[in-house]
């Protein structure tokens, strides 16, 4: 990464000739992520850039995002596209005030054109929310809301440090539906501390019961610097094994998709016309605009980020009128890279044309690796397109490691 100052970066996001012609300008949509740096308390497995949560602190950041919202909107790069998607993420944006959610929101729609029926997700922690705060935010525009639960096991949730209990989970998805949200999220952790394939069983029959509209589920990784990592470290903290991390994913897989949930990532899986319009930016590659403290942007070939640190970001904003950290033009070998990594982590995975193109090579008997793959019945081709297997899934990031 090399450092960009905020007048490169004003350089190369206004009409410098990096920038395309206008006629062969970029008008496809783009989404926009929103961070909102600020939690409760921090969960055990957390290494995300949030803080604990301070009233005035988070006001002065909201004015510095709303201040950046119309710095970032009047970009040259920016000019004529929609959005397609925003989504407030963090950290716990359901901790703020709903008038302050909203008032953002506005905020946005002023500096940005939105698509028809764009789609406008909020994540929300169980026990920060209440029937007022979630109707009030229903009617301000959040059409879809992604609740944190993780588990229904009042043990388990403590044991990774998360402030709220499966009542409140329950109550906060039913308060969501009563206030007029027909698309909910429900986010499951497996292979969590002491975590039993019985627990599992029970928090999925649970999310099948609640018939939310997309439940994703994610096993633990260990990040260095949290809490379980030092527990881990010091040989304190009993984890589920590998094959037993398996059997949940299995688990996952069979009774999601048998109460009718399509899987159209590795680890996501909607009702039909639910999918998550904002995270197949993300999987499809399209561009995004991020905003907030630590924000990545991949816009017109470039990645930046944003200060990590909320005080940072505020300040960048207010004296420089920037809070680009820095960033960086992305190779084609990158970009070739991560469309396959996150072509093939989804179902529908790459044609084979793209699939080829990324691989270097003409056809597909023409690899070894990827001759051997479809043998061993990890990969599948089906209707021109290049698949992982269910069996392949298991082992999705090992496979996608040999294909490189
Ligand atoms: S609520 Fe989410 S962002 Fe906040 S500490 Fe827990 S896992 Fe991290």
């Given at each position: 990464m090399t450092a960009v100052s905020s007048l490169e970066f004003r350089v190369l996001s206004s009409g410098s000739s990096l920038d395309?012609?206008?006629?062969?300008?970029?008008?496809?949509?783009?989404g926009l992520y929103i961070h909102i740096p600020y939690c409760a308390s921090r969960c055990h497995y957390c290494d995300f850039n949030t803080?604990?949560?301070?009233?005035?602190?988070?006001?002065?950041?909201?004015?510095?995002l709303a201040q950046e919202i119309d710095l970032r909107a009047a970009l040259e790069a920016l000019q004529g596209r929609r959005l397609c998607s925003v989504f407030f993420g963090g950290g716990t944006p359901s901790i703020l005030e709903a008038s302050q959610i909203v008032r953002i929101l506005d905020r946005c729609r002023a500096a940005f054109a939105f698509e028809d029926g764009v789609e406008i997700s909020l994540e929300a922690n169980p026990g920060t929310v209440d029937f007022p705060k979630l109707r009030a935010l229903r009617e301000g525009?959040?059409?879809?809301?992604?609740f944190g639960a993780q588990a229904v096991q009042d043990g388990l949730?403590?044991?990774?440090?998360?402030?709220?209990?499966?009542?409140?989970?329950?109550?906060?998805?039913?308060?969501?539906?009563?206030?007029?949200?027909?698309?909910?999220?429900?986010?499951l952790m497996f292979g969590l501390?002491?975590?039993?394939?019985?627990?599992?069983?029970?928090?999925?029959g649970w999310a099948v019961r609640l018939r939310p509209e997309h439940v994703s589920t994610y096993g633990l990784i260990l990040e260095?610097?949290?809490?379980?990592?030092?527990?881990?470290?010091?040989?304190?903290?009993?984890l589920p094994d590998e094959e037993m991390e398996a059997a949940m994913y299995q688990m996952a897989l069979d009774r999601l998709t048998d109460a009718g949930f399509e899987q159209y990532e590795i680890s996501n899986f909607a009702r039909p016309g639910f999918l998550c319009?904002?995270?197949?930016?993300?999987?499809?590659?399209?561009?995004y605009l991020g905003l907030g403290a630590g924000a990545y942007s991949f816009v017109d070939g470039q990645r930046y980020f944003n200060e990590l640190l909320p005080a940072n970001y505020v300040r960048g904003i207010r004296e420089r009128g920037t809070a680009v950290a820095g960033g960086e033009k992305v190779s084609p070998e990158m970009l070739r890279s991560e469309r396959l990594m996150l072509g093939l982590r989804l179902r529908g995975g790459l044609d084979v044309r793209t699939f080829t193109d990324i691989l270097g090579i003409e056809h597909l008997a023409a690899s070894d690796r990827v001759v051997r793959l479809l043998d061993e019945g990890f990969l599948d081709l089906k209707e021109g397109r290049v698949l992982i297997t269910e069996r392949g899934l298991l082992v999705a990031n090992e496979l996608i490691v040999q294909l490189l």
């Open positions: 395309p012609k206008p006629e062969t300008r970029n008008l496809r949509p783009i803080y604990r949560f301070d009233a005035v602190q988070a006001e002065q950041y909201l004015q510095a525009g959040i059409t879809r809301l992604s949730l403590r044991r990774i440090g998360r402030a709220h209990d499966a009542r409140e989970a329950e109550q906060a998805f039913w308060m969501a539906r009563e206030a007029g949200f027909n698309n909910v999220n429900l986010d501390p002491s975590q039993r394939l019985e627990d599992w069983a029970e928090s999925l260095e610097g949290t809490r379980l990592y030092k527990e881990h470290r010091i040989g304190a903290l009993e319009r904002h995270n197949l930016v993300y999987w499809e590659h399209q561009e």
